[in-house]
C-alpha cells in the first residue's frame, strides 16, 4: 500500500469551467486518468490537498465526486478555498454515502492513519498576510484545525505526515501561525497546493528549518499523482 498527493484538480465535469486554456492545463482531466490508473492500485491512498471541484453545491459537484470515485484506490480530501461545494461533515458524508461513493474520505479536525506507523494530517491554511479581523478569525480556526490533527495523530502513537492547501512560506513570506504550529510538533515533511502556472517558479520546494517543503498543484506536478511513501 503506498500514499500519494495531488492538490488542485479543479474538476468541472458538472459545471461550465473548464481550465484547458489556460498553460499546462490542456486535457489535463485525460491526463490526470491515464497517470493515475498507470501509477495506482486499489490498495493505494491519494490525499487530494484541496480545490477539487469547481461544483458550487454538493449536487453541482457530485459528477467531479464520480469521476475521483471511479479512479483506483482511497482518496483523502482536503478543502481548498475555492470548494465553495463544502459542507458540514455529516452532509457531506451522507451526500457521498447517498451517492454510493465508497472511496472519499475527509479530513476534516482529525488525522487518518495509514499503514503501521504514519497519519495523514492537515486543514486548508490561509493567507501569510491575514491583517483584517475577518481574516484573522479565518486563520486562527485554521491554526486550531491544524492543531487538532496533528495531536490525534500523537495520541495514537503516529508520525504526522501534513498536507495544506496554503502554503506555510512562500517566496520570502511565511504564514507564522502556521508556521509555529509545524515547528512546535516536529513536523518534518509538508505538501502544498495552490500555486499554479509562474508562480511555480516561486514556490518553496526542499529543507527550510529542517522541515521538508513540496508543492503538489496538479499543473506542478503534470497531473502525476506524487509518490509520498509506501
Not at 455529516?90 to 492513519?113: M, Q
Request: net charge negative; charged share 25%; with cysteine.
Amino acid at each position: 500500500m503506498a500514499l500519494f498527493a495531488i492538490a488542485d484538480l479543479h474538476l468541472s465535469f458538472g459545471t461550465d469551467k473548464p481550465m484547458d486554456d489556460f498553460n499546462g492545463w490542456d486535457n489535463y482531466t485525460e491526463r490526470l486518468e491515464e497517470n493515475w490508473q498507470l501509477m495506482l492500485t486499489e490498495e493505494d491512498t491519494t490525499v487530494i490537498a484541496g480545490d477539487i471541484s469547481w461544483g458550487m453545491t454538493l449536487e453541482g459537484a457530485r459528477a467531479d465526486f464520480a469521476f475521483l470515485d471511479a479512479l483506483p484506490g482511497t482518496k483523502i480530501i482536503v478543502k481548498g478555498n475555492h470548494d465553495y461545494w463544502w459542507d458540514t461533515r455529516r452532509k457531506i458524508e451522507l451526500f457521498w454515502k447517498s451517492c454510493g461513493f465508497t472511496t472519499l474520505k475527509l479530513l476534516h479536525n482529525n488525522c487518518i492513519p495509514i499503514g503501521e506507523s504514519i497519519a495523514v494530517c492537515g486543514t486548508r491554511g490561509w493567507f501569510f498576510d491575514a491583517e483584517s479581523y475577518s481574516s484573522r478569525k479565518i486563520l486562527l480556526r485554521e491554526v486550531g484545525r491544524l492543531t487538532k490533527s496533528i495531536q490525534s495523530a500523537v495520541r495514537l502513537g503516529r508520525k504526522p505526515i501534513v498536507f495544506l492547501h496554503y502554503p506555510p512560506i512562500y517566496a520570502d513570506a511565511v504564514c507564522e501561525e502556521i508556521w509555529d504550529v509545524l515547528k512546535e510538533y516536529q513536523i518534518d515533511r509538508v505538501y502544498y497546493g495552490h500555486i499554479h502556472g509562474s508562480g511555480i517558479r516561486r514556490a518553496v520546494t526542499g529543507k527550510t528549518e529542517g522541515m521538508a517543503l513540496r508543492l503538489i498543484s496538479g499543473d506542478s506536478l503534470g497531473f502525476m499523482p506524487l509518490f509520498v511513501e509506501n
